[in-house]
């Protein structure tokens, strides 16, 4: 398989972002991977990679892009508290930025990319999202129930607040089928907010699983971070594809 670099064209400027497409010439179902707060790195290269490896081309947008290319700050010390404080103190007002109206428009045109493409497969696609990426990977599934087929946010957060455009608040809309992998003890998505999340998902009707990790924190599929938990990360890939199997299998 082969990951490039490519750019996207979106309403607001151009999302640089990683493609990476099986061995053979497709056309391949696709699947979106939405990034945590540290964006596009080897690591999310690594993730790509195994989900493509399953017969899917991968696309992973920059979803901070309005700040410049990725990287946006020095990665190299993740597992440095210091370090890792300083980035996420800077990306944080663009993280904020990214409303569900902004998702939305963003999403359009990564869809709209991956259905010019000929070694993609006609049809919806799927997505998953890590941490920031999981909450807008619920937005995007939302905005876009035609052309998602299935969504899953692992380790996701703020999915549940108190404004009146929560992302739990519009699953009413959603078609498809939707995943949670949850990180235990998790002060951005407590059992009381996952229980405000399901009774939110039972009461639209909606296809779900929703389940709670123990032990693990939040990042846990992050292996460049002091956050992985190699067992919940495991644990994530059965139910990420399993999600995959389901909604849009490779045969």
């Known amino acids: 398989m082969q990951t490039t670099t490519v750019d996207i064209p979106t309403s607001d400027g151009v999302a640089d972002a990683c493609l990476t497409r099986p061995d053979g010439d497709g056309p391949f179902p696709a699947v979106l991977l939405f990034m945590d707060a540290f964006g596009p790195r ?7 990679e195994r989900i493509a490896a399953r017969g899917y081309l991968v696309l992973t947008p920059h979803l901070l892009y309005r700040a410049g290319r990725a990287p946006l700050a020095d990665l ?12 996420i103190e800077k990306v944080m007002p663009l993280i904020r930025a990214l409303t569900a109206d902004v998702i939305n428009r963003d999403t359009a045109a990564y869809l ?14 799927a997505i998953t999202g890590y941490c920031m990426g999981g909450t807008n990977a619920l937005l995007a599934i939302e905005a876009h129930p035609d052309r998602i087929a299935a969504a899953a946010s692992f380790h996701g957060g703020r999915i549940v607040t108190d404004a009146p455009d929560s992302p739990h608040l519009g699953v009413g809309s959603i078609t498809g089928e939707v995943y949670f992998g949850h990180a235990d003890a998790d002060q951005s998505m407590t059992p009381e907010q996952i229980a405000t999340l399901e009774k939110a998902l039972d009461a639209a009707g909606v296809r779900y699983g929703s389940e709670v990790y123990a032990g693990a924190h939040h990042g846990y599929t992050m292996a460049d971070t002091p956050a992985y938990d190699e067992q919940a990360t495991e644990r994530h890939w059965v139910a990420l594809f399993d999600l995959l199997d389901r909604n849009l299998p490779t045969g």
């Open 76 to 87: 190299s010390r993740l597992g440095d508290p210091a370090q890792r404080g300083a980035i």
């Open 42 to 48: 080897p690591r999310l290269v690594e993730m790509a």
């Open 112 to 125: 709209d990319f991956l259905a010019a493409r000929d070694d993609v497969r006609p049809g919806p696609v």
